[in-house]
């Protein structure tokens, strides 16, 4: 058979199909090779030549072993269950849209081998998790990248969902972009508004129509409160819900079996202390004021905020609204 190839792109491809083939479970004879060269490339050569090329790529290093069995690749970039755990990531994240979430699944695919692709069932379901339609996300990351870099504003469209359930124009947006955080299964701007004078969080997902301007960006170290720069392990614990009011230490009482579930969400810089029942505890955390009633009224069953008294006011204030609407007949 004539090579459709040159036999010279022999070596590549011998790496190429270990590549695709290959494995600890599934190792390749000089025979195998020798059959899938000539198949797919049509590349015709003996078995001497492809032991010749092994060699060659172990050499340069290439981490092939061989056994009595056959050769296979023995390592790669990614082990196969950190490639699942990336696509579970990709497939979970509902700011990437499903073509894109199918796209990148494909490519990570793409790092194993043809066995792997073979149990990742997700390419087939990514239809059925929720997914934002907004198709500009991956664009605006690379302009936020541009803007960071260049010291510039961004200006863009910020979205809200209506009855009709599509994105419409909710106001239209003057910031210096610091940072892109992933919170909650979002993926938010931090950035200083020009126009309102504070630091805001955006969803990435609700952004369109963004420009990188030609104006200077405000520093961070010129916003009140971010003399310093940005303190990224109180920025993960103090805001769990992305407001932007500035933290403050806050007490509360939690029953003990939702501990671990306070640590999800202020992580582990918070101070525990006992009280006098053996299921309840004191903790201490720095939040946002807005954040905790938040999140209080959402645990109000095994939480209890002691102080400050504001912020204690306040979800009294809340239960009694929701305690009106629910007593209506």
């Not at 961004?154 to 209506?162: E, F, L, Q, V």
């Not at 955080?181 to 020009?194: K, V």
Request: proline share 3%.
């Amino acid at each position: 058979m004539e090579s459709f190839e040159p036999k010279k792109l022999a070596l590549i491809r011998i790496w190429q199909i270990l590549k695709d083939y290959s494995d600890y479970d599934h190792p390749l004879t000089q025979e195998d090779i020798a059959v899938k060269l000539e198949n797919e490339y049509g590349i015709v050569i003996e078995r001497k030549a492809i032991s010749r090329n092994i060699s060659l790529l172990k050499e340069a290093g290439v981490n092939i072993e061989s056994r009595r069995a056959g050769s296979y690749l023995e390592c790669r970039d990614f082990e196969d269950s950190e490639l699942h755990m990336l696509i579970d990531g990709v497939l979970s994240s509902k700011h990437i849209t499903a073509k894109h979430s199918k796209d990148i699944i494909e490519r990570l695919c793409g790092l194993s081998n043809k066995y792997f692709r073979s149990n990742v069932k997700h390419i087939h379901s990514v239809n059925d998790w929720y997914k934002t339609d907004n198709q500009a996300l991956f664009y605006n990351i690379e302009l936020i990248d541009i803007a960071i870099d260049e010291g510039k504003q961004i200006h863009y469209d910020y979205n809200k969902y209506g009855v009709d359930k599509k994105l419409h124009k909710s106001s239209h947006q003057y910031v210096s972009p610091y940072l892109m955080i992933l919170h909650n299964q979002r993926y938010y701007l931090m950035a200083y508004s020009e126009y309102w004078g504070n630091i805001v969080f955006h969803r990435l997902d609700r952004i369109t129509n963004m420009i990188v301007s030609d104006e200077k960006a405000t520093p961070i170290c010129n916003v009140p409160g971010y003399e310093n720069g940005i303190n990224y392990k109180e920025l993960s614990s103090a805001m769990p819900y992305m407001y932007t009011d500035r933290p403050e230490y806050i007490d509360f009482i939690a029953d003990i079996g939702i501990i671990d579930q306070i640590i999800d969400w202020f992580g582990s810089d918070i101070r525990i202390a006992k009280t006098d029942e053996e299921s309840k505890v004191r903790i201490s955390v720095k939040a946002s004021p807005n954040a905790m009633v938040h999140w209080a009224m959402q645990y109000i069953n095994y939480v209890e905020v002691i102080s400050p008294p504001a912020i204690r006011d306040r979800i009294r204030d809340g239960l009694q609204h929701g305690i009106s609407k629910y007593s209506k007949i």
